[in-house]
């Protein structure tokens, strides 16, 4: 059974300063989601990651994939007030199903 | 514009009801899927579809069912042996995993 484990669960951050948001995973998989959620919103898409190695950046967003580590990452740097929400990663099994990890309540402070 | 779309928004429900949510898409995806989200719980599938007139169970079934007769709907039944419904629930569609998924806006049902 696949497991999806994310670190941290709540992170408190200053403006302008950097983290990382960590998620690992229990089996083989080569593709991984980020996806961001607001209070009482649905899912939004921020990054797919397809093979080992997979390295894409949107803005202060950046996501990393090593499939023999099973570890993504989601960087963010000098965070701003606007990425407050939570983010979650997801990893995809063979039979199309995606498996969540709880999920991590980003705050960012002024 | 192509997307996929839940309704209501809000319901809630009286003990031992059965209760239908609707997840409806026009993205011509294959595989339809059904989530629940509790605080702290991140998101845990409930059943999923990968073509018409097919599903299987996902990690919390009991106490839902689900149909496909049509590749654009996958309606959730959440029945009365469902008994902690009080959640937020998320519709999904996927092409196969190169394209991502497609998730709806959510129905929060509310058992009263």
């Known amino acids: 059974e696949l497991k999806v484990e994310q670190n941290p669960l709540f992170l408190s951050m200053q403006e302008g300063k950097n983290y990382t948001i960590y998620c690992n995973y229990s089996?083989?998989?080569?593709?991984l989601y980020w996806y961001r959620q607001d209070p009482g919103k649905s899912l939004e898409s921020l990054f797919v990651?397809?093979?080992?190695?997979a390295v894409k950046q949107e803005g202060r967003l950046m996501a990393s994939l090593d499939t023999k580590a099973r570890l993504s990452t989601l960087h963010i740097t000098a965070a701003v007030h606007d990425l407050s929400a939570t983010y979650f990663c997801?990893?995809?099994?063979?039979?199309?199903?995606?498996?969540f990890g709880k999920g991590t309540l980003l705050t960012v402070n002024p | 514009d192509g997307g996929i779309t839940q309704s209501p928004k809000y319901l809630f429900r009286k003990e031992g009801q059965n209760v239908t949510l609707s997840c409806e898409q026009n993205l011509n995806h294959d595989a339809m899927y059904w989530y629940r989200q509790d605080p702290g719980q991140g998101l845990r599938l409930i059943y999923y579809?990968?073509?018409?007139?097919?599903?299987q169970k996902g990690d919390i079934a009991e106490g839902y069912s689900v149909s496909r007769e049509k590749k654009e709907s996958f309606p959730l039944t959440v029945t009365s042996a469902q008994k902690n419904p009080t959640a937020f629930y998320l519709c999904?569609?996927?092409?196969?995993?190169?394209?991502?998924?497609?998730f709806g806006s959510g129905t929060r049902l509310t058992v009263v």
């Open positions: 999904a569609s996927s092409m196969g995993g190169l394209y991502g998924y497609t």
């Open positions: 990651l397809l093979s080992n190695g």
């Open positions: 579809s990968q073509i018409v007139n097919d599903f």
């Open positions: 997801a990893v995809e099994s063979s039979n199309y199903k995606l498996t």
């Open positions: 089996t083989t998989s080569d593709r």
